[in-house]
Nanobody, 124 residues
Framework: QGKLVESGGGLVQPGGSLRLSCAAS????????ITWFRQAPGKEREGVSC????????YYADSVKGRFTISRDNAKNTVFLQMNSLEPEDTAVYYC?????????????????WGQGTQVTVSS
């Protein structure tokens, strides 16, 4: 049974940084595209950043380009999301998800595994 566990969320002031981690187990991590989604109260879940399998390509939502960086360590079955220059608009629950495809996808129905989420709050 596949499992994803996020960690690293918390409260940070605007302009600050956080590093989220997503630890995977129970499935062949290397063959899965991994995406970070987020959901703020009253808003739809949105794809923030994805790391593909095929060529290591990465996707970033326009709202986070230049501020967030995704990386993956296949040896440790872990994906990271480094978030810099955080803004109050980044406040949300952040989820990592794994899709059994070599390329990134933002279609939530295509994801096999989801983590429980970690809260990120950006506030002064």
């Amino acid at each position: 049974q596949g499992k994803l566990v996020e960690s690293g969320g918390g409260l940070v002031q605007p302009g600050g940084s956080l590093r989220l981690s997503c630890a995977a187990s129970g499935f062949t991590f290397y063959y899965y595209a991994i995406t970070w989604f987020r959901q703020a109260p009253g808003k739809e879940r949105e794809g923030v950043s994805c790391s593909s399998v095929l060529d290591g390509s990465k996707y970033y939502a326009d709202s986070v380009k230049g501020r967030f960086t995704i990386s993956r360590d296949n040896a440790k079955n872990t994906v990271f999301l480094q978030m810099n220059s955080l803004e109050p608009e980044d406040t949300a629950v952040y989820y990592c998800a794994a899709a059994p495809y070599p390329d990134c996808t933002l279609v939530t129905d295509e994801y096999s595994y989801w983590g429980q989420g970690t809260q990120v709050t950006v506030s002064s």
